[in-house]
Every structure is written in C-alpha cells, then in structure tokens.
C-alpha cells in the first residue's frame, strides 16, 4: 500500500509496473501521462527503510486506539465543543520520554491536560489498554478506502478471510479527528 504519488515513481522509474488502473483518469506531466495507477507489481527489489515503515504519526496513532480516548474511552462523536484528540506521551519527552509506538497513547485534549506532565501512575491516569506497535500493513488499511480494485486482487492473491478482515479495519463512517 503506498501513495499514488510513490507508484507513480516506481513505475516512472522502471521499478514497479501498472497491473490496474483506477478509472480512466490520467497523471499527466510536462512530458508525460501515465494511468492512475490502483495496483502495481514490483520488478525489483525496493527497501523502505524501517523509520518510514514505523513513523508515529497522529493519523496511524488514532487509528491503533481505535479514534478512543485511552484514557476515558470517548469517542469524538462524544466531545464538547472544542475537545479533540491528541498524542499523549506515557512517559512525557521533557522526562526522557520518547515518540516510540509503546510510549505514546491517543488522549482527549481534556485527558492530555488533565495528566500534564506527569507519569500514569502520578495522576491516577491508567490507559486502557497497553500502547504497542501495530503492524504497519493493518495501519495502512485503517486509514484508507479499500477500492473495488484493490479488493479483487487481495482476493485473488490472498483469500476472502484476508480481504474480510482488512474489510473489517475499514472505518465504518468518515471520522473526523484532530490532533496536536
């Protein structure tokens, strides 16, 4: 799973090549028009490096915990006006804390505050669940549409319980979720 953008590199540069395209659009540059691609397949080898295949970011973060708090467990159907979601830190950066997958939780904005700068166990704060890294390949699929496209193939190549399963990651409604 990678951005149009990316594909459209692989497959410019000769590393990956367009199976299926999406629609009928084109990507057109100065020089070119290529087919948006849906599906590549790789014709050679390309490492990602492991930083870029594990980076935190608020987007995968909400989508570990699931959009909850892990703190008071809502929802941002549930806030008031002016609450959101937000990156907590366990162990906060300015106490040697880091940006790992294990350290950092997703908090209302009124828990992040709530907590401050001290530890769990300090504000009688507990999160829900153990923070923990999330495979990167399920991330991808929480936080993207899965294409009638893209269904075919991961039914082909990999069975109806895969594609049932990465169904089920799908959000059921368009989320809206803020974050510092």
């Keep these: 799973m990678v951005p149009v953008r990316r594909a459209l590199r692989l497959v410019i540069d000769g590393k990956a090549e367009l199976v299926e395209a999406e629609g009928l659009g084109l990507v057109r540059s100065e020089r070119l028009s290529v087919p948006k ?3 590549i397949r790789l ?8 930083k870029f295949r594990r980076q935190v970011t608020n987007t995968f973060l909400f989508a570990r915990d699931d959009y909850r708090c892990q703190f008071c467990g809502r929802h941002p159907s549930d806030f008031r006006h002016r609450e959101c979601l937000t ?3 366990l162990v906060p950066l300015s106490r040697g804390g880091t940006n790992e997958w294990t350290n950092v939780i997703t ?3 009124s828990c992040n505050t709530r907590k401050g700068n001290s530890l769990p ?3 009688g704060m507990i ?3 153990h923070p923990f890294e999330p495979h990167f390949v399920h ?3 929480a936080v993207r549409k899965l294409t009638p496209v893209q269904a075919k193939y991961i039914r082909l190549f990999y069975g109806a319980e895969v594609l ?3 169904r089920a990651l799908q959000p059921a409604a368009p989320r809206v979720a803020h974050g510092h």
């Design 37 to 39: 691609p849906a599906v």
């Design 43 to 50: 014709v050679k080898f390309v490492h990602v490096p492991r």
């Design 87 to 89: 990156r907590d830190h």
């Design 107 to 109: 908090a209302c904005s």
């Design 121 to 123: 166990e300090e504000s």
């Design 127 to 129: 999160p829900l669940r």
């Design 139 to 141: 991330l991808s699929w």
């Design 164 to 166: 049932a399963e990465l």
